[in-house]
């Protein structure tokens, strides 16, 4: 039998060779295993990532954005590992796992989500005759790109959700920067609804209707149409009866004295729907109402077909048109009356403004621009001006 006998240093050189490969080789299947794991994860969060988009539960699709995003970070961070440690020489090719692909597609998911709806704040919100400013606040303000305004016309509470529905009646004011915005040429003493949207890159959503309307036009009294014996205030909002000429003057007559001591307003009114005030201050001989640029200059309001008017001597009330009196009753202390044109729709309304008691209605098809007109034969009348419709006698409410 022959038996080879090796050099004792070439033995033990084989068999440190043998152990070293093995070593590596278990440290090779170690991280084989190890990238497999990952490879598996990896496919776990992409499905989890993929099935959290479908997820329309606004709370719970951000803390499952959430638990995503920290198991991504922490996949970022330990991505060294998938890098083997050994180097194989000339036995194995060296390689490094590349999941450069598979990061960037987690990277990239987008958890971005529409804004939460906008509030209208309506008690911040301003009107003039033709205006309204709107304001709204956002809980999402930093993730809004722009706010879309839409309004129309309201018609009435249970038309609400229809015209909420179309967009065909709306006005869309788009691509505003700020929470607040100006609408101009509006219908005077009107009522719109209001909607604001708020818009990013993932969707928009809409504030609840807000309900906001517009004042009256303003006036002044016009100081040249003024009868030589009254007194218009420096501010153009009182007459006043010169009490001293009076005296040397004939007492009128119960409506239908010798010239009309009046004074106009200084607009002409052909459309929408106005509302004003007038204080009396202690007089008992006047007359409030409207007429036509055509009417007499001379007579007293509502003595002719041109002219509507509520009036008072002393102790007697009546309304008068075309020189036909009605007679009314109103609260013995009325120091406020209140006039409502709705010039569209004809009518010619008088109230208490105190309390908010109606006292008469013309109805007539209006055919030209009326003017306020005013007739005092003894101390002053106070115009007030320019107001909202008050809310009890907003007919809209009852509109189809």
């Known amino acids: 039998m022959n038996i080879l006998l090796l050099p004792w240093g070439l033995s033990f050189g084989l068999c440190l060779g043998s152990s070293i490969e093995v070593i590596r080789l278990r440290k090779l299947a170690q991280q084989i295993a190890n990238c497999k794991q990952c490879l598996e994860r990896s496919a776990s969060l992409i499905s989890q990532a993929e099935h959290s988009l479908k997820e329309n539960d606004h709370a719970r699709f951000l803390q499952t954005a959430k638990n995503i995003t920290e198991r991504v970070s922490m996949a970022?961070?330990?991505?060294?590992?998938?890098?083997?440690?050994?180097?194989?020489?000339?036995?194995?090719?060296?390689?490094?796992?590349?999941?450069?692909?598979?990061?960037?597609?987690?990277?990239?998911?987008?958890?971005?989500?529409?804004?939460?709806?906008?509030?209208?704040?309506?008690?911040?919100?301003?009107?003039?005759?033709?205006?309204?400013?709107?304001?709204?606040?956002?809980?999402?303000?930093?993730s809004v790109v722009s706010y879309e305004l839409q309004y129309t016309i309201f018609t009435g509470q249970a038309n609400v959700v229809s015209l909420c529905n179309s967009a065909d009646s709306w006005m869309i004011v788009p691509n505003i920067k700020q929470n607040h915005y100006t609408v101009h040429g509006l219908q005077s003493g009107t009522k719109y609804i209001?909607?604001?949207?708020?818009?990013?890159?993932?969707?928009?959503?809409?504030?609840?209707?807000?309900?906001?309307?517009?004042?009256?036009?303003?006036?002044?009294?016009?100081?040249?149409?003024?009868?030589?014996?009254l007194k218009v205030s420096h501010d153009n909002l009182t007459v006043e009866r010169d009490e001293s000429s009076s005296k040397k003057s004939h007492a009128p007559e119960r409506f239908a004295g010798q010239g009309s001591y009046g004074v106009a307003g200084n607009v002409f009114i052909d459309s929408g729907r106005h509302y004003w005030e007038v204080v009396t201050s202690g007089s008992t001989w006047?007359?409030?109402?409207?007429?036509?640029?055509?009417?007499?200059?001379?007579?007293?309001?509502?003595?002719?077909?041109?002219?509507?008017?509520?009036?008072?001597?002393?102790?007697?009330?009546?309304?008068?048109?075309?020189?036909?009196?009605?007679?009314?009753?109103?609260a013995p202390h009325l120091r406020r009356v209140g006039v409502l044109l709705d010039y569209d729709n004809g009518s010619i309304a008088f109230y208490d403004a105190l309390s908010s008691v109606h006292l008469h209605t013309f109805h007539a098809a209006l055919a030209q621009p009326v003017c306020p007109t005013f007739t005092v034969w003894n101390k002053c009348l106070t115009i007030v001006t320019g107001l909202p419709i008050p809310d009890h006698l907003d007919c809209t409410e009852q509109r189809p």
């Open 76 to 142: 970022t961070a330990s991505s060294q590992v998938l890098i083997p440690e050994i180097n194989l020489n000339d036995t194995f090719d060296t390689f490094a796992l590349d999941f450069s692909r598979e990061k960037k597609l987690l990277e990239c998911l987008d958890y971005l989500t529409a804004p939460n709806p906008p509030a209208i704040r309506e008690e911040l919100c301003t009107a003039s005759y033709d205006t309204i400013t709107v304001h709204w606040t956002s809980e999402d303000e930093f």
């Open 194 to 229: 209001f909607t604001v949207k708020a818009i990013n890159q993932a969707g928009s959503r809409s504030s609840e209707p807000g309900k906001l309307k517009t004042n009256s036009q303003p006036f002044r009294l016009d100081p040249k149409s003024a009868h030589r014996k």
């Open 286 to 330: 006047y007359a409030i109402g409207l007429a036509y640029r055509s009417a007499p200059k001379h007579e007293w309001i509502g003595k002719n077909a041109a002219s509507w008017a509520l009036c008072r001597c002393h102790n007697h009330w009546a309304v008068r048109h075309d020189g036909k009196e009605t007679p009314i009753a109103p």
